[in-house]
């Protein structure tokens, strides 16, 4: 019963993604080129097929698999594993955001039309960004609560940045380095201590998501190096403590947005 359930789920994603490239080529793209010229058509079929149809064939697909699991990964808007969980920093949001700016990094701006259309601009032309906004990302259910970034070069194509999730410290304390850690979904008063739950990588440049196509960060496969260059920065302007490493939860075996190369550590500090 079981492999036949297991074919049977195997042949639905087979048929989704065959609808989707029928949809795409024979529906979307034969009646715009039709209609409009050929580089027009182009672009209208490429844009609603990354952000229109693949994804919501994504999320279907993922849902017929029921992959459930510890997510050490954070997930995108698509449903599929993004960034690692790397960090926890134990404090009140104002420690966290005087911690990163000891060290010399900006608190990214609002996701929104104005900061969307800002960090489009300041990417073609590479002009200096540095509050600029972070996707959304999600973990225990909901998007990040707060994010911090650093430039390189001055250039917004290239930067260090972390996500962070506010986790009630008291459940946090009693399940860190347990499954029960990672699938809670509450989430405490933002002016209150907290677990602060991170995603810290290393954007390279620009890239394309896997399966979807959307265009996005590329990043560096490294989120060890990112993570400890993370800690690093912060013990340098003295704003942790008692720096110690826990292992996340279960890796999830699914195609993700990027390919990391990480350990599973997730490295817990104080505020100082």
């Known amino acids: 019963m079981r492999l036949l ?34 580089i027009v058509a182009v672009s209208l079929t490429y844009a609603l097929a990354a ?20 997510p050490s990964f954070t997930v995108t808007g698509d449903g599929l594993p993004g960034d690692p969980v790397n960090l926890v920093l134990i404090g009140e949001l104002d420690k966290l955001r005087a911690a990163f700016a000891a060290a010399g990094w900006t608190e990214a701006d609002r996701l929104g039309l104005k900061s969307s259309w800002r960090m489009v601009v300041a990417f073609v032309f590479n002009r200096p960004y540095p509050a600029a906004p972070f996707s959304t990302l999600f973990l225990f259910g909901r998007g990040q609560d707060v994010g ?43 002016d209150a201590p907290a677990l602060w739950v991170g995603a810290g990588t290393k954007d390279t440049g620009i890239s394309l998501t896997r399966f979807t196509f959307q265009i996005t960060h590329r990043t560096d496969v ?28 279960q890796s999830l075996r699914v195609g993700r947005v990027n390919r990391y190369v990480t350990d599973g550590e997730v490295a817990a500090a104080s505020l100082a």
């Open 5 to 38: 359930t297991l074919l049977l789920q195997r042949l639905a994603v087979f048929a989704t993604g065959v609808f989707s490239v029928w949809l795409i080529v024979f529906v979307v793209f034969r009646v715009s080129d039709r209609q409009l010229p050929w």
């Open 51 to 70: 952000y229109v149809i693949l994804p919501r064939i994504v999320r279907m697909n993922l849902k017929i698999l029921q992959r459930k699991s510890v």
């Open 148 to 190: 911090f970034q650093k430039a390189i070069d001055g250039s917004p194509r290239k930067r260090h940045h972390i996500r962070f999730w506010a986790l009630s410290l008291e459940q946090g304390e009693e399940t860190l380095g347990t499954p029960e850690f990672w699938l809670n979904i509450d989430r405490p008063p933002l």
């Open 222 to 249: 490294d989120a060890d190096a990112e993570r400890d260059f993370i800690v690093g920065e912060l013990k340098q302007a003295g704003a942790i403590v008692s720096v110690t490493s826990y292992t996340a939860g």
